[in-house]
Structures are given as structure tokens and as C-alpha cells.
């Protein structure tokens, strides 16, 4: 079995500090809040740290010059890390598969799902694979 080391790891510096932010969300505000309100605290939080971020980023989903659908982004993060968030006590298969969809979509090599749980805050790193 690979052991993956902490070198081995896409921009593990940053992907601290986000998840950091939202540890200070939750730790502050606990659970119970919707999505939306732990999306403007977390755009605080990563103001407060000097992170370079958008939020509700728009792409489109087009074929052959069509658009087919459009999808927001949570955040992204110094143009390197998508980071969706929810308010859950768990991951859920469709948040994975959402957040695999917005590398597949961005062209971003990192996502990070972030849960505001009851408990406190889950993450999950996912990457995308190349051929």
C-alpha cells in the first residue's frame, strides 16, 4: 500500500486555512444555520485571513457552443480550490458526485467539501484524476 505524505498532498497550506475558516465558522456560530448563512460567514472568515477567493462563481456547461446548464460554486479559492459547503451531519453520495462534477467543470485539481454538521465541521479533500 502507497502511504501519500503530507509533500504528496495539492496545496496543503491552503487547504488549512480554509478549513480553518470554517472550524472558527462553526466554533462561533455552531449548527443550525442554513447553507446560505455559513456561506457568508465563511466569505468572512477568509477575508479576515487575506485569502484571494470568488464567491458564487458561475460556469456553463455547453456542447458545441450550447449551453446546456449552468452551475454555481460555492467558493474558489486563489483560482486553485473549489470548496462547496453544506449543513449536514454526513456527506452524502450526490454532495461527492456535485463536488467531482465542479473539478470536472472548473479544470481545478482540488475540492474541498465542507460540512457544517451538528457535531461540528467534516471535510472532505477530492481530486481530480488525471488520464
Do not use: W
Not at 462534477?101 to 472548473?106: A, N, Q, V
Not at 479544470?107 to 465542507?114: F, Q, S
Request: aromatic share 12%.
Amino acid at each position: 500500500m502507497n502511504e501519500v505524505k503530507r509533500n504528496d498532498l495539492l496545496y496543503p497550506e491552503l487547504s488549512f486555512q480554509i478549513v480553518g475558516c470554517a472550524f472558527e465558522v462553526h466554533n462561533k456560530m455552531g449548527f443550525g444555520f442554513k447553507e446560505a448563512i455559513y456561506q457568508k460567514a465563511l466569505s468572512l472568515a477568509f477575508k479576515e485571513k487575506g485569502l484571494s477567493y470568488k464567491e458564487q462563481v458561475l460556469f456553463e456547461i455547453k456542447f458545441k457552443e450550447h449551453v446546456l446548464g449552468k452551475r454555481f460554486f460555492d467558493f474558489i479559492v486563489d483560482d486553485k480550490i473549489v470548496v462547496e459547503i453544506k449543513r449536514d451531519d454526513k456527506f452524502s453520495k450526490a454532495n461527492i458526485d456535485q463536488t467531482i462534477e465542479y473539478l470536472r467543470i472548473s479544470g481545478l485539481k482540488l475540492a474541498l467539501l465542507i460540512n457544517f454538521g451538528r457535531e461540528g465541521v467534516l471535510s472532505k479533500r477530492l481530486i481530480k484524476l488525471t488520464k
